[in-house]
């Protein structure tokens, strides 16, 4: 509890971890590309030659692949396609692709196992034959892992756990039977947070447990199907440029009007009631990097208490492996303030995405119990200026009330476990005019 410490960090160039986030895999195992060509062109005619919105710097077949998918060349020849990071750390927000923004309507609740199947028939020759089949079984083995109810909320820290219960620390070697007690299903429902905030953090995740040197945690992140520590150990460059990377981003600006005098009055409503926590913005910035304890902040603890008290054997599991070496994991019972910078760009709000919008984060009283985002006819989500958040319909009743799969999927329902969106209550005490300023001064951050 308390403020967070800087830990040294190694000194990488940014220039060249935007370039490795652009082009190279930290995933090395996928789905043959000339598969890939094959089964995209005939589920979704136009995919591999319109790819849609693309960051600036991909190079070769990465041109023609959606930002979340990158090509790589395997050992013995077989080229690939794998999920990289900006699948979830990367967004569109009005139009606009935003590279770190997480993607709050990533949908993780569909079997991957259904559509891996189907590119099966693509694959020729036995050196693709043995890519896609490793490829396969990894991703069927951990895909009740990948799993959720809810769209938009994500697994990645009960994937990491998955993960680490079936590698031996020492020699990270991929043990199908697990070597360590699975965590509990179904998994905690987690946000992604913004990477802008690493020019800030000390430390990585919601409960600060990521610390010491933060490119070891970063080469954690996505590292399936990395079965040896030559091969950890190759990556680990990369990631201290992909860190140099993430702490020298900025936060995007507010796209639509704000009005200036509104924000001014916002400031001191500001100043007095949550620079404590979350610092002070502007040149001079200050962030304290602070932990709240889960009784002091009151939001739903389950995920800092799965954190702090069952994650005992993968802290022993961490200091033995090479991530250890420079790192550590040291949960606190509570979950960091975080910094606002750009944070109108990132509802739904607190660790667990309950809360749709700011002015109900703002407004205990205003969070709805069940809730679903509207969307467009095309599927794209609908920003609230006002509310700064999604455009949502509250519901009466919970996903028990759903007429079918998809839509039950569609309900957020605060009801469920680690899903709770109480507590942080600290605009409740705002008269509707204050909270109304300190709305427009967010917008400024
Ligand atoms: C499946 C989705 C997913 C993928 C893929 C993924 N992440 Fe994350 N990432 C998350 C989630 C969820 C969190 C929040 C975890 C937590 O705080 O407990 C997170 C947290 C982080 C954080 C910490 C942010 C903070 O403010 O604490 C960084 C940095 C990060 N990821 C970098 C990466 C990098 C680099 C990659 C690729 C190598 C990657 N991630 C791949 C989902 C993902
Ligand atoms: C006692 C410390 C404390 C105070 C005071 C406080 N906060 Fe927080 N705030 C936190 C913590 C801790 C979290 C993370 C809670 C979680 O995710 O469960 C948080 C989360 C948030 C978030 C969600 C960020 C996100 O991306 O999900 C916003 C927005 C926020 N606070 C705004 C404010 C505003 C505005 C005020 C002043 C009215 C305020 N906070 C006062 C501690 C505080």
Redesign the pocket.
């Known amino acids: 509890m308390g403020a967070i410490p800087a830990y040294p960090q190694r000194p990488g160039d940014p220039q060249r971890g935007y370039d490795t ?1 652009l082009n190279r895999a ?2 090395t195992c996928g789905l043959p590309y000339s598969a890939y060509v094959k089964a995209a062109g005939k589920a979704r005619a136009g995919l591999v030659r319109d790819p849609g919105p693309q960051f600036p710097g991909r190079t070769g077949h990465n041109r023609q692949l959606p930002y979340m998918l990158s090509a790589h060349q395997a050992p013995g020849g077989v080229e690939l396609v794998s ?7 990367a967004a569109t927000f009005d139009g606009r692709l935003i590279m770190g923004l ?2 709050a309507f ?1 949908d ?1 609740t569909q079997d991957p196992v259904v559509e891996i199947a189907a590119t099966g028939s693509a694959v020729t020759g036995q050196a693709q034959r043995t890519q896609w089949r490793r490829w396969s079984e990894r991703i069927t083995r951990l895909s009740a892992d ?1 799993l959720t109810d809810t769209v938009g909320v ?4 009960h ?1 990491t756990l998955a993960l680490t219960a079936q590698r031996d620390p020492k020699t990270l070697a991929w043990s199908d039977k697990p070597l360590l007690a699975l965590p509990p299903q179904p998994a905690l429902p ?6 802008w ?2 020019r800030k ?1 000390h ?8 610390r010491g040197d ?1 490119g070891r ?3 954690l ?3 399936t199907c990395t079965d040896s520590v030559a091969e950890v150990r190759a990556m680990d460059p990369w ?1 201290v440029d ?2 140099a990377y ?1 702490a020298s981003l900025l936060p995007p600006k507010y796209p639509y009007a704000i009005d200036q005098a509104l924000a001014e009055r916002g400031y001191p409503v500001f100043q007095s009631n949550c620079k404590g926590c979350h610092g002070s913005y502007g040149e001079d910035w200050r962030y304290p990097n602070r932990v709240v304890a889960v009784g002091e902040v009151g939001t739903d603890p389950a ?1 800092a208490r799965a ?1 702090y008290n069952e994650t005992d054997h993968l802290r022993s599991w961490f200091a033995q492996s090479f991530y250890g070496e420079l790192a550590q994991l040291t949960p606190a019972l509570g979950y ?1 303030a ?1 910094p606002l910078d750009g944070v109108w760009a990132t509802a739904p709000y607190l ?1 667990n995405d309950s809360v749709p919008t700011l002015a109900a984060l703002l407004n205990s009283a205003a969070r709805p119990a069940y809730w679903r985002a509207r969307r467009t006819a095309a599927g794209a989500p609908i920003y609230d200026p006002e509310a700064l958040g999604w455009v949502h319909d509250t519901l009466a009743e919970g996903k028990s009330a759903a007429m079918s799969w998809d839509e039950r999927d569609q309900v957020y329902d605060s009801t469920g476990k680690g899903y709770g969106n109480g507590g942080h209550r600290f605009g409740d005490t705002l008269s509707a005019a204050e909270r109304r300023a300190l709305i427009e001064y967010l917008k400024t951050l």
Do not use: Q, Y
């Open positions: 986030l930290a995933l999920t990289n990071c900006l699948g979830c750390h997480g993607n990533l993780m990948l994500n697994t990645a820290d994937l987690v946000a992604i947070p913004p990477w905030n690493l953090k430390a990585l995740f919601h409960s600060g447990e990521g933060l945690h970063l080469l992140a996505n590292t990631f992909i860190r993430l995920l954190a960091v975080p660790h």
